[in-house]
């Protein structure tokens, strides 16, 4: 697949490709969000209990040149009896000609309820570098007045934001809130444009939970739900269903229903393996979307390793 650009849309098919311009989910989307919760809620860091690296690749629209690809590197750790947790999230987001770095740094802090409950709450200061790249080899342009374009020059800028999480535990039953970017920052690049106006970041509101269910000694059964809004877009929500056996081996299906689009976005397949202090999760959609005709699907591996805790003398 060729880009084609023209003077007037250097600005749409860098922006709409990158956020939709506010009338679909702008931030990156992921089929494990719930090995990845430190991603959507800044009061996840710390809440394990120990100190834990997690790595994230994912490619989407596998077949289309210039498809979403997403790759996200996180740590997170308990410190003062774990009451305190700290988080540290890098991700890199590249689609068609946009490339999106991000950067997040999370504070937490643990109320504890009772001997069975508690709730945590979080937050982050986030940095966001976005970068239009017109250097790219199978760039084609319609018009060809726009020097800037012409001679592969790039433009890139920097967005600064806040957020905020809470999340409540109950033995193995869990729920959290949360508003990872508060800031409706103005996103610049479209300077000299004919409208003047600039796209912004929209607010994202993301309510996940989930619980697990012990049905054998060695098989549980794990539920989990993903509720994402965003003003002006349609509501969007992710389903997975999780089989567990001996702690060791997960197998799940989700179902993504993805705003209004008729019958859903993707069917979704996961398979975990967690030997000692390592995890790797492997998942694949199947999109089941008008765009399902023109793409093989979407995958993506999660790996995890946890490091092993002190030992008191």
Known sequence: MKYIFSIRHVFILGMVLFCQVAMAQQESQYTQFMNNKLYYNPAFAGDDGITSITALFRRQWI???GSPESRLLSASMPLKGKRVGLGVLASVHELGVTKNWYLSLAYSYNLKINDHSNVRFGVHGTMRRL???????????????DQSILEGNSSADYYGNVGAGAYYNYKQFYASFSIPNMLENNIGLSNGLESGKAASEAR???FMTGMTFKTSPKISIQPNLLFKYVKNAPFDVDLNFSLIYDQRITGGISYRAGGDRSGGESIDFLLAYKIQQFTLGVSYDFAISEIGKETSGSFEIVARFDLPEKQVD
């Open 63 to 65: 077949g289309f040149d």
């Open 131 to 145: 970068l239009l790249d017109f250097s790219k080899q199978n760039l084609v342009i319609q018009d060809r007045t």
């Open 204 to 206: 994202h509101y993301y």
